[in-house]
C-alpha cells in the first residue's frame, strides 16, 4: 500500500510500504477515506520528537471496514468510522473512568497511545491506504449515512473537534464565561467553536497569522493579533481589567514571539496574566519531557519558567494532557449530524495522499491559507481501481 513515511528531519515522502493487515481477533483493517495532517504531525516532521525513521505518520482517520476480526461483534464490513487518535483497550483503570488518552494497555509501560506518534506505541498512521485498528469495538465510532456529504465534518471528530472541547472543559468553561484561547491553529479554532456551542458570552483568540485570525472572527471569536502588542494587556482591556473567566493553550511547546523564534514559557505566562484571579486554564497544546533540540536550556529539559508566584497569588487552576477523545467524539458526532457544529469550516486544502509531502511544508511555514489539510488516500485507489477494471 501507499503510506507517508517519515524519513528525518522535514523530509518525508509517499512511499510503497507492507500492507496494513489484522494482527490480532479484535481488530478492524479500515480503507482510509480522509485523513488529516495536524499540529502534532509537525513536532515529528521538524525534528523534534524521538519518532523513528520509516515510521507512517497519521493520527486523524476516518474510512470504510474492510476486514473485521473475529472477535469483533459490533463493527461490520462496509461501515464508516471515524477512529479516536487515542488507541485504548477498553478495560483498563483509565479506560473505565473515561480517560482513554491515558490507556495502560496499549502502550505499556507508558499510558496513552496513538496512531503514527513519537512515543505513543508502535502503531502506524493512516496517512495511508489502510490503517490497522485494535480493539475495534472500543474504538471505532460508526458514522450515520450523512456521512457521504459531511466526511470532511466527522474526520474532524478523531482528534480537534474532541480536543478543542476538551480544552474548554479542562478549563471548566460555563455559559456565560469570557474565555481567551491562544493559538488559532486547527485546535484553537475548534475549542473556539467548542465554547461557542456551550454559551460562552465572549471568545478571544490569540494569533499572529491573519488567514487564522479571520477564521476566528468568521467562528464569532474576537481575533487578537499578537503583532498588536502584548496580547495579555489586549485581554485586560477588553475585560475591565479582571481578565477572562477561563483560558485555554493550544499551541504547545513551540509557541514563538512574534519574530518567529521559540520562546517556550510565552502561552503559559499569557495565560496567567490574561485570566482572571481564580480562573481554569487548559492546557492542549503538547509540552514535552525533553526538547535536546530545543534553544532554551530549560526547555531542553523539558521545563519552562512558569510565573508561579502570579499563579499562586491568584489561586488560579491549571488542567493538562492529551484529549480523551472517545469521552466526547460521540455527542459532538451528533453536533455535526443535526447542523449545529461544522468543524469542517477551517478546512483549506483537500488534497490526493501523492500531494502530502508538499502539504507538510505549506502547513509547517504557516504559509498564508494553509490552515487545516485533509488527504484523499482511497481516491486515487478507487481510480486506480476504476481504470484496472476498464481494462
Ligand atoms: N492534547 C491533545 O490531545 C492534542 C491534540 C491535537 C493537537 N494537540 C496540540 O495542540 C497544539 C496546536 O495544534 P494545531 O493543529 O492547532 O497546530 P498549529 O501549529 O497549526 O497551530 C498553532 C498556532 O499557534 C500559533 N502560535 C504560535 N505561537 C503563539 C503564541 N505565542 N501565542 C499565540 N499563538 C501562537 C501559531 O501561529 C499557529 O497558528 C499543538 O501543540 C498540537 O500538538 C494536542
Ligand atoms: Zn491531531
Ligand atoms: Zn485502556
Redesign the pocket.
Known amino acids: 500500500m501507499k503510506a507517508l513515511v517519515y524519513n528525518g528531519p522535514k523530509d518525508v515522502s509517499v512511499n510503497e510500504v507492507p500492507d496494513a493487515k489484522i494482527e490480532k481477533a479484535t481488530d478492524v483493517l479500515v480503507e482510509i477515506t480522509t485523513t488529516n495532517i ?3 504531525d ?2 515529528m516532521y521538524e525534528g523534534r520528537t524521538d519518532v523513528e525513521k520509516g515510521k507512517v505518520l497519521g493520527h486523524e482517520n476516518l474510512g470504510k471496514v474492510i476486514e473485521v476480526g473475529d472477535a469483533v461483534d459490533s463493527i461490520n464490513k462496509g461501515d464508516y468510522v471515524c477512529l479516536p487518535f487515542n488507541v485504548a483497550c477498553g478495560f483498563c483503570e483509565n479506560c473505565e473512568r473515561g480517560l482513554t ?1 491515558f490507556c495502560l494497555t496499549t502502550n505499556p509501560p507508558n499510558a496513552g497511545a496513538a496512531y503514527g506518534f513519537a512515543g505513543m506505541g508502535p502503531y502506524s498512521g493512516g496517512q495511508a491506504d489502510y490503517l490497522r485498528v485494535p480493539y475495534a469495538d472500543f474504538n471505532c465510532l460508526k458514522l450515520p449515512e450523512d456521512v457521504s456529504e459531511k466526511e470532511n465534518d466527522y474526520v474532524m471528530l478523531s ?2 473537534f474532541p ?1 478543542g472541547w476538551h480544552a474548554t472543559r479542562l478549563a471548566k468553561l460555563c455559559p456565560g464565561d469570557s474565555v481567551v484561547i ?7 479554532l475548534m475549542a473556539a467553536i467548542s465554547a461557542s456551542v456551550q454559551g460562552a458570552s465572549k471568545i478571544m483568540v ?4 491573519p488567514d ?1 485570525l479571520k477564521l476566528a472572527k468568521e467562528l464569532g471569536a474576537i481575533p487578537i493579533d ?1 503583532k498588536k502588542g502584548d496580547p495579555a494587556d489586549q485581554i485586560l482591556e477588553l475585560t475591565e481589567g479582571k481578565g477572562t473567566d477561563c483560558g485555554c493553550e ?3 511547546y513551540q ?2 514571539n512574534t519574530k518567529g523564534e521559540e520562546v517556550p514559557n ?2 503559559m505566562n499569557w495565560l496567567v496574566k490574561s485570566v482572571k484571579a481564580t480562573g481554569n486554564i487548559g492546557v ?3 509540552f514535552v519531557a525533553k526538547d535536546p533540540k530545543a534553544e532554551d536550556k530549560l526547555a531542553k529539559k523539558g521545563e519552562l519558567a512558569f510565573d508561579f508566584g502570579n499563579f499562586w497569588f491568584k489561586g488560579q487552576k491549571i488542567r493538562t ?3 480523551n477523545v472517545k469521552a466526547y467524539n460521540r455527542k459532538l458526532r451528533e453536533l455535526i449530524h443535526v447542523g449545529k457544529a461544522k468543524p469542517s469550516a477551517i478546512i483549506s486544502h483537500q488534497l490526493d495522499l501523492s500531494e502530502a509531502p508538499n502539504a507538510y511544508k505549506n502547513f509547517d511555514d ?1 504559509k498564508n491559507g494553509w490552515t487545516k489539510v485533509v488527504l484523499k488516500p482511497a481516491a486515487a485507489g478507487q481510480s486506480k481501481r476504476k481504470a484496472a477494471s476498464a481494462r
Not at 490569540?206 to 497569522?209: G, I, L
Open positions: 495536524c499540529g502534532s509537525l513536532h488518552g482528534d480537534i480536543t491562544y493559538g488559532a491553529g486547527p485546535v484553537g490569540v494569533d499572529q497569522h487564522r499578537q493550544a499551541v504547545g509557541c514563538t510565552l502561552t492542549v497544546g503538547v494532557g492529551q484529549a504557516r
